[in-house]
């Protein structure tokens, strides 16, 4: 059967040199919790970009719930919800008015419209923001905005690029709430990006990572603690470490 996220030898090279994407081939069953980690710069936003449509690669395909997005653009972009930190968001409008507007986008009749709004505000616990202007949020309550707002049409996959930064380690443990819950009930599968490993290890199962714009591992987040340390049992932040200093250095790091 075919993968809910197949890619094959993607590659991506900005108009000012920068090769972001080498050759980038993952699959990403349905149902599945995936987390893409790397260093900075290592091209995850990149792919995140490439795979919701934003933008275009240079040679390699993909397929999003067995379709292709040369064919089928408007049909992933219903099947997929995304949350950036660069997602662009109207800072003068209203939390509330934001939300009933892309349900709008999205078809949703006007008494519809704000019932998911009002839904997603009481599960991003966002009530008491609901009438604040979108640039007047604090930097998590903007985060946590992005994610309802990617989910209005309740996608059947969600990508989210670093959603967690700046949040409260209370909004936090709630924003993962409704995200697993999404995850193991719905099933969403979920593309996740983050530098906070603590996090992907908590939440994840399937991890790649990138480096350099190429997957040095792709599998389970067990499989790559066991890879880096067959003996012992480590944090995925340890291995993870260990893991980039051997690909950045590996004179030095044999032993
Ligand atoms: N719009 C752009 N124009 C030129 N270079 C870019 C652009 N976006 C990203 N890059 C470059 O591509 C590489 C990968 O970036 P990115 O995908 O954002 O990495 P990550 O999300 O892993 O931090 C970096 O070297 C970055 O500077
Ligand atoms: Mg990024």
Known sequence: MIAEIQIQELFKKYPKGTEALKGVSLEIQ???????????????????????TLINKDSGSFSIAGLNPEANQSRIQKMIGVASQDNEIDPTEKVENLLVFQCRLFGLTKPEASKRANELTQLFELDKE?????????????????????????????????????????????????????????????????????????????????????????????????MVNPNGVMSLDDSYLQFVKTVSNPETSKN
């Open 130 to 226: 609901r009438s604040k202007k979108a640039g007047a949020l604090s930097g998590g309550n903007k985060r946590r905005l992005h994610c309802a707002l990617a989910l209005v049409h309740r996608p059947r996959i969600l990508f989210l690029d670093e959603p967690t930064v700046g949040m409260d380690p209370v909004a936090r443990a709630n924003f993962w709430e409704v995200i697993t819950q999404l995850n193991t009930q719905e099933p969403v599968t979920v593309f996740l990006t983050t530098q906070y490993l603590d996090e992907a290890d908590k939440h994840a199962t399937e991890m790649a990572l990138i480096i350099a714009g190429e997957i040095k591992y792709s599998g389970t987040i067990i499989g790559f603690k066991k």
């Open 30 to 52: 349905k149902g599945q919790f995936f987390t893409l980690l790397g260093p900075n710069g290592a091209g995850k936003s990149t792919l995140v970009q490439i795979l919701t």
